[in-house]
């Protein structure tokens, strides 16, 4: 399938170490990805669903040990910890590499070993990198080929380049004493050891796009970014897209496949999902700043998932989609999770594969007692999307107009507010927080800081990737995106949100594409400009001037106490941390006073 001879020498290695029984190039083609399908449902890896109900749809379950992300055996492998940097576990390379090859050696044998081309973002388009995967998981082979552009295509365009990403992924024993996901930045080379989990093994999704994405960024030039892209359609027809971080928990997916509500609806707006999770954002050739969704497809949590919350998220998973640890509903061979609908079925398998009963259900034990593991996933093809943009497939990208950060925030963050300049749009985001929601996290209310939601996604060094925030502001001067900040959380005494959220969010967008355009005025605060409460549309919604007002307003007392949090963390940064953040984190304790 090529001649490129870094491929092929890396190929060997690889084989020499794993010893395969046989070795399969993956092409894209239906037919083989036909027969990979047949072959997990006779192995009992893949369950076939209702073909009526659920056409071309699977139910897989991983190890009950091999549910989520595992932060703690997540590295870093640069020669130097400071590279790595305070928030990322690290390790010495060759210290790692030989540890690694020590646990998957020899063990592909009996196994095939599937070698997975793959494009992240359109195939040829300047902002796509390459990657090629090895794995022993008909699962992996398949949900790739769903996250990713797969096949002798990738190949072709690769030609005998050497820049491409290496990953390596062996289930062993599926051992949680010796799972590792582990990245060599420097060597653009991934390798997962040990699990059999989408967001461990799946090596084009965090692993490549953000870890490893983020340094060749940083060292090129551009950006990786845990954000989603949405464009934005006014009544004239015109598109503005937005790209925006948020924490997980804090509707990130919801935002970018939004439906507006009724009254904005029938006056012509649209929201348009170019990305749900990632975007890759290049200085184009007019210099402005452009973005790619990365990906190919949607890997969504489903508990909470269902027609209300989310249409276009349901909808894009009703076909040719893989479900991960839901519940089997064995009267019609369909899935069900919590919060899909209010019927859980009678007659059911668990996310474990064993017998359930509903009316045993513990909110408290949600684990051990739902039909649906609090994580389980959804892989769903991004063209199932009933609001996907036009765009998505352009590998040129879509300008952005408008970067947003937002979080959970109960009493402290306005709705929304944009920030004076960009430089102070990068301190915005670089003391990004969170509130914790539920018991099983710890205790409520507790602020956890996530800078750009990059936390657990960084490949490099997080003061040097402020730096390299704020050298791209450089670069793109009055072309910049302009950078807002929204909180949808804010809380009454009684704990009730006062926003409506979801679609109603939409007009919260609205007045941010007016302050872009300089169609909308805005009081300067201490913190940065907030919205004349007028000029948030408010018709068809059951929401007074006075209580919009509330949640516009910036208490000097909550944000010195906020001033004293971000100091606190940006200690752990030393003397990486840019000293122009240090000058806006001093205006804003000076501004609180």
Not at 42 to 65: D, F, Q, S, V
Not at 408 to 430: E, T
Request: proline share 6%; hydrophobic share 35%.
């Amino acid at each position: 399938m090529t001649n490129n001879v870094t491929v092929l020498k890396w190929l060997e290695e690889m084989k020499a170490l794993l010893t395969p029984n046989q070795v399969m190039w993956i092409d894209g083609s239906q037919e083989q990805l036909d027969q990979l399908r047949a072959e997990g449902v006779k192995t009992g890896e893949m369950h076939k669903l209702n073909e009526e109900k659920l056409p071309g749809c699977y139910l897989h379950r991983t190890a009950p040990n091999d549910v989520a992300r595992v932060e703690d055996r997540t590295f870093i492998c640069t020669p130097t910890k400071e590279e790595a940097g305070p928030t990322n576990n690290w390790c010495d390379p060759q210290e790692m590499y030989e540890r690694l090859y020590n646990i998957a050696r020899g063990s592909y044998k009996g196994r095939t070993m599937y070698i997975i081309p793959y494009s992240m973002g359109p195939i040829g388009s300047p902002i796509a990198k390459i990657g090629i995967e090895i794995t022993d998981s008909i699962y992996v082979v398949l949900n790739m080929a769903i996250m990713t552009r797969v096949g002798q295509k990738v190949l072709d365009t690769l030609g005998d380049s050497t820049d491409w990403v290496k990953g390596l992924h062996a289930k062993v024993n599926v051992d949680p004493e010796n799972r590792y996901i582990c990245h060599f930045p420097q060597d653009n080379y991934i390798i997962s050891v040990n699990s059999a989990y989408g967001g461990n093994v799946l090596l084009g999704k965090k692993c490549f796009a953000l870890r490893i994405a983020s340094y060749q960024g940083w060292k090129e030039g551009w950006m990786a970014e845990h954000m989603l892209i949405l464009g934005l359609q006014n009544p004239k027809g015109e598109i503005k897209y937005v790209a925006a971080a948020f924490p997980s928990a804090c509707g990130k997916t919801n935002l970018a496949m939004l439906i507006p509500p009724k009254y904005l609806r029938d006056k012509g707006y649209k929201i348009w999902t170019v990305g749900d999770d990632i975007a890759w954002m290049k200085i184009g050739p007019d210099g402005r700043l452009y973005a790619i969704n990365p990906e190919n497809g949607f890997f969504g949590v489903a508990p909470g998932t269902n027609e209300k919350s989310n249409f276009n998220a349901l909808e894009s998973t009703k076909k040719n989609a893989i479900f991960t640890n839901v519940a089997l509903n064995l009267d019609d061979n369909t899935v069900w999770w919590e919060g899909l609908n209010d019927n859980p079925p009678k007659n059911a398998l668990n996310w474990r594969g064993e017998k359930w009963d509903y009316t045993k259900y513990d909110k408290a034990n949600k684990v051990q007692t739902a039909g649906a593991h609090p994580n389980s996933r959804f892989t769903a093809p991004a063209q199932n999307c009933p609001c996907l943009s036009s765009e998505f497939d352009k590998g040129e990208g879509v300008p952005i107009s408008a970067i947003i950060f937002g979080g959970r925030r109960a009493k402290c963050a306005p709705l929304v507010y944009q920030s004076k300049d960009w430089v102070n749009g990068v301190f915005i985001g670089s003391a990004m927080a969170s509130e914790t929601t539920a018991a099983a996290a710890g205790a409520v209310g507790v602020v956890r800081r996530d800078p750009m939601a990059m936390l657990p996604f960084c490949g490099y060094n997080m003061g040097d990737y402020f730096k390299h925030w704020l050298e791209m502001g450089e670069k793109l001067g009055d072309k910049a995106p302009k950078i807002f900040n929204v909180n949808w959380f804010r809380t009454d005494d009684d704990g009730n949100f006062i926003w409506p959220g979801y679609g109603d969010n939409m007009r919260v967008l609205n007045w941010i594409i007016d302050r872009c355009e300089g169609k909308a005025d805005a009081t300067l605060t201490p913190i940065g400009y907030v919205p004349h409460p007028e000029d948030i549309d408010l018709t068809d919604l059951d929401m007074s001037i006075d209580t919009l007002k509330s949640i516009l307003e910036v208490d000097k007392s909550i944000w010195q106490k906020e001033a004293a949090e971000i100091e606190e963390h940006y200690k752990k940064f030393g003397d990486k941390l840019p000293a122009q953040l240090r000058e806006q984190l001093n205006n804003l304790i000076a501004e609180v006073k």
